[in-house]
Every structure is written in structure tokens, then in C-alpha cells.
């Protein structure tokens, strides 16, 4: 079946960096659009980040382009999302998702940015 796991979350400084993983399982990694999302606590879902399958392109909301960067290795089955420069507003849940529009998404991983 279809799963997506999460890593590399944890907490960071204002200024800081963490880099994010999915690991993917049970469909054809390479032929998938991929993206990311994260939920602050109390309020709705925000998308983060996409990717097309070959890489070819990439897609940022204002709230993290130049600071965030999407990108994976179809070799590996592996999403990555690189953050930098976090602010405290980017604390929330992060879970990757198949396709530009989700239709599965992974339990998430919890990122808390505080002095």
C-alpha cells in the first residue's frame, strides 16, 4: 500500500535550518508529483512546496520562496525539503503528499521554531 514517513523534524532557533525527508513506498515514486504542507497548531493547512516528477519544476507560496527548497531523488524514493532561515511562524506539523494535488499524505513531522 501507499505510505510516505516523515523525518527530520525537531526544533530549531529563529535563523536556523532542518532539513526534512519522505520516504515512499508501495507506488512508482518517479512517475508522481510530490508536496509538502504543515499545519500550525489552531489553524488550517498551508501548502508548502511542489515538485514535478523529473524535478523539472518547482512551486513556493510567497510565505517561504528563497528560504525553503524541494527536492528528491527518485533513486531513492526520498522527497526532501531544506529549510532555512525559520521563523517562528513556520512551526507546525509538515507532511509530504503524492502529487500536486494530494491524495495521500504521510502522519507528518513536527517542527518547532523558538528561541
Known amino acids: 500500500q501507499v505510505q510516505l514517513v516523515e523525518s527530520g523534524g525537531g526544533l530549531a532557533q529563529p535563523g536556523g535550518s532542518l532539513r526534512l525527508s519522505c520516504a515512499v513506498s508501495?507506488?512508482?515514486?518517479?512517475?508522481?508529483?510530490m508536496s509538502w504542507a504543515r499545519q500550525a497548531p489552531g489553524k488550517g493547512i498551508e501548502w508548502v512546496s511542489s515538485?514535478?516528477?523529473?524535478?523539472?519544476?518547482?512551486y513556493y507560496p510567497d510565505s517561504v520562496k528563497g528560504r525553503f527548497t524541494i527536492s528528491r531523488d527518485n533513486a531513492k524514493n526520498t522527497l526532501y525539503l531544506q529549510m532555512n532561515s525559520l521563523k517562528p511562524e513556520d512551526t507546525g506539523l509538515y507532511s509530504c503528499?503524492?502529487?500536486?494535488?494530494?491524495?495521500?499524505w504521510g502522519q507528518g513531522t513536527q517542527v518547532t521554531v523558538t528561541t
Open positions: 503528499g503524492r502529487g500536486l494535488i494530494a491524495d495521500y
Open positions: 508501495g507506488f512508482t515514486f518517479g512517475s508522481y508529483a
Open positions: 515538485i514535478k516528477s523529473d524535478s523539472s519544476a518547482t
